[in-house]
């Protein structure tokens, strides 16, 4: 059992930054996968970026390379996504999943959330004009 929580949501202006935190506790395997989604009203689930720590591999989404950046402090188990040069278009609920064993994400499906055993509630990212 992996427990995760997501921290760092909130309102910023276009162009601003935030740092959303993920922090997890449990079975937690340093070389497991972990994982950023979003979900906007009325849109689809959405994979941000995805690093599988173990592989040495990390992923972006086409729509934040180059804006957003993940980080891992792995002594407090928690993954950090950087983001910056934030639009209005990356304004969603951010959920962060995880899986300390991988067993089920080849490399090619860092984006398939349903392959994730461990999500966290979430947190809002709201980017005004």
């Known amino acids: 059992q992996v427990h995760v929580v997501e921290s760092g949501g909130g309102s910023v202006q276009v162009g601003g930054s935030l740092r959303l935190s993920c922090a997890t506790s449990?079975?937690?395997?340093?070389?497991?996968?972990m994982a950023w989604f979003r979900q906007a009203p009325g849109k689809e689930r959405e994979g941000v970026a995805a690093v599988f720590a173990g592989r040495g591999y990390t992923y972006y989404g086409d729509s934040v390379k180059g804006r957003f950046t993940l980080s891992q402090d792995n002594a407090k188990n928690i993954l950090y996504l950087q983001m910056n040069e934030l639009k209005p278009e990356d304004s969603a609920t951010y959920y962060c999943a995880a899986d300390p064993y991988c067993r089920r994400l080849a490399d090619d499906e860092w984006m398939i959330g349903s392959r994730y055993g461990y999500w966290g509630q979430g947190t809002q990212v709201t980017v005004s004009s």
């Open positions: 449990g079975n937690v395997n340093p070389s497991g996968c």
